[in-house]
C-alpha cells in the first residue's frame, strides 16, 4: 500500500492517534493533523478538499494537503494546533476575547461566504482551544456555488452564533449562569457594546 499527501510519499505507521469521528480517524503527522476517512463517501469530497485548500484562514482550519492511499482520494491533512485544557473563553478580558478571537473567526466568516463555503457541524468535539479559539474540523464544509455569498454568510453567521452560544454556557455552566450572544451580524460588535470596561464574561454576569 502506497500512501501520499499531494506528491509526496509518507509512511503512516507509528503516527500519533489525535481522536474519530464520523468521517475518519484523525492522526499527527509532522505539524499537520492528518485525518483518514474511512472511505471517500462520507464527509468531505474530493472536489471541495482541492477547492477548500486554497483558501487562507487563520481560526477556521481549511484542508491543507491531499491523502491519497494507491492514488485514491483518502484523507487530508489540517494545521495541527495543539490544545490547553484552562483556556475558557469566559475567562478571558473583552478586549482579549475581542481582538484575539471573534475578530480573526469573524475574518474567515466573511472569507468563507464570499468563497461560498457553508459551515457545518460547528460542535465542542470539534473545538480546540489555545492562545485563541480555533474549529478544527472542515469535514462537513460545503461548497455551494448556486446560493449568494449573502446568503451563505447568513446560514454561517447563525451556525456559528449557535455554537459560540452553547460554547459559552458550557463554560457556565459550573457557575449556574448563562449567557447568550443576541441576533447581530458581528459577534465582536455585539460583546463590545454588551460587555462594559474590560471585564470577563462571567465577571460581567456576576456584577449584573
Not at 476517512?37 to 484542508?63: Q, V
Request: with cysteine; charged share 25%; proline share 2%.
Amino acid at each position: 500500500m502506497e500512501y501520499k499527501v499531494d506528491n509526496k510519499k509518507i509512511n503512516i505507521k507509528n503516527l500519533r492517534f489525535l481522536g474519530s469521528g464520523c468521517e475518519g480517524e484523525v492522526f499527527k503527522w509532522k505539524n499537520y493533523a492528518l485525518k483518514i476517512k474511512y472511505n471517500d463517501t462520507i464527509g468531505l469530497s474530493y472536489d471541495d478538499c482541492h477547492y477548500m485548500r486554497n483558501i487562507a484562514t487563520s481560526n477556521i482550519l481549511m484542508p491543507k494537503g491531499i491523502f491519497y492511499s494507491n492514488n485514491r482520494y483518502s484523507g487530508y491533512t489540517t494545521r495541527y494546533i495543539s490544545h490547553i485544557s484552562n483556556f475558557n473563553l469566559i475567562d478571558v478580558p473583552k478586549d482579549y476575547l475581542i481582538n484575539n478571537i471573534l475578530i480573526p473567526i469573524e475574518e474567515d466568516l466573511r472569507v468563507l461566504s464570499n468563497r461560498k463555503v457553508t459551515l457545518s457541524d460547528l460542535t465542542l468535539s470539534n473545538t480546540i482551544k489555545n492562545d485563541s479559539l480555533y474549529l478544527i474540523d472542515p469535514g462537513s464544509y460545503v461548497v455551494l456555488k448556486d446560493l449568494s455569498s449573502e446568503s451563505i454568510n447568513s446560514i454561517n453567521l447563525e451556525e456559528l452564533r449557535d455554537y459560540l452560544n452553547t460554547l459559552i454556557n458550557q463554560e457556565l455552566k459550573k457557575y449556574k449562569l448563562n449567557y447568550e450572544i443576541g441576533e447581530c451580524d458581528s459577534f465582536s460588535y455585539y460583546i463590545k457594546n454588551e460587555i462594559s470596561n474590560n471585564l470577563s464574561i462571567k465577571e460581567y454576569i456576576l456584577k449584573k
